[in-house]
């Protein structure tokens, strides 16, 4: 069983930055790829980045390539989302996922979420 839990949204003007946590709590925290999806009001949920357990195996959506950075921390068993140059196009609910494997990017793969963080880009 894994449990996560995200925090570190908020309200941020068009340009600045927000950093999203995701905390798990689970055995082996190295075995579990580890994603960030983001649903907006009447869109469907979808995936913005991944990391695998090699901290060298990351994943971005084409929207936030090269303004997004995920990195994850085995031993604090928690994964980052530093989100730079925000757009108010980014505003949705932010959710941690995790699998066992390799990161995949459509949503059906995770067996695990948390419980979203929402974040709102003002113009």
């Known amino acids: 069983q894994v449990q996560l839990v995200e925090s570190g949204g908020g309200l941020v003007q068009a340009g600045g930055s927000l950093r999203l946590s995701c905390i798990a709590t689970?055995?082996?925290?190295?075995?579990?790829?580890m994603a960030w999806f983001r649903q907006a009001p009447g869109k469907e949920r979808e995936f913005v980045s991944g990391i695998n357990w090699s901290v060298g195996s990351t994943y971005y959506a084409d929207s936030v390539k090269g303004r997004f950075t995920i990195s994850r921390d085995n031993a604090k068993n928690t994964v980052y989302l530093l989100m730079s140059s925000l757009k108010p196009e980014d505003t949705a609910a932010y959710y941690c996922?995790?699998?066992?494997?390799?990161?995949?990017?459509?949503?059906?793969?995770?067996?695990?979420w948390g419980q979203g963080t929402q974040v709102t880009v003002s113009s």
């Open positions: 689970v055995r082996t925290f190295s075995n579990y790829a």
């Open positions: 996922a995790a699998r066992h494997g390799l990161v995949y990017q459509s949503d059906s793969q995770y067996n695990y």
